[in-house]
């Protein structure tokens, strides 16, 4: 038997679980798509959140399951072409030890359309990350659950993430300047 209230509890997140999964598809329709198999999981497995359990961080699981699994089986007939990059390059895109003036790179961070751009350009680990952590707001413990990894693996994780927004970030700007300056 459901609880009204646990169905009430996943449902208010639903928003959060659409926008996370745009983000990770890049793809309305596929979102949409994916929402709804989300909540239809999430529902029929409503049993398997304990009480006091965080919805959030389990609907996001589930969500990302999704998008995984999705995304395994279009991958049968190809195999991924680059090598991930090393921090040491991540960390040169990034401009470790360059000036910043941070007033001007906060400003550009909040045009959306360059952070949505910067995002679109990272690769789907770092993508995820950045989007449940930075962007949904999830704890860092609600993130590793989500993610399924330890809470040290996942602060790993979101260092390089955040280092490869910020070189995603950097590669937008430079672009934009090439073209319109």
């Known amino acids: 038997m459901r609880s009204v209230d646990g169905e009430t509890a996943l449902w208010a ?87 910043l003036d941070p007033e001007v790179l906060s400003a550009r961070l909040e045009e959306r359309q360059l952070l949505e751009r910067a995002l679109a350009s990272m690769s789907d680990e770092g993508r995820e990350i950045i989007t449940l952590r930075e962007l949904e707001g999830l704890s860092g413990e609600e993130t590793a659950q989500a993610l399924g990894v330890g809470l040290a693996a996942m602060k790993s994780r979101l260092h390089r993430a955040r280092l490869e927004l910020v070189a995603a970030v950097k590669r937008t700007l430079r672009t934009q300047e090439v073209h319109h300056g």
């Open 13 to 99: 997140h639903r928003a959060a679980v659409h926008r996370f999964l745009r983000r990770l598809t890049g793809n309305e329709t596929e979102a949409a798509d994916l929402t709804q198999e989300t909540m239809v999981e999430a529902l029929q497995h409503a049993s398997q959140l304990r009480a006091g359990g965080n919805a959030k961080a389990w609907l996001m699981t589930i969500a990302r399951n999704k998008v995984w699994a999705a995304r395994r089986a279009a991958r049968t007939t190809r195999e991924e072409a680059e090598a991930p990059e090393t921090l040491e390059t991540l960390g040169a895109a990034a401009g470790w030890g360059e000036p």
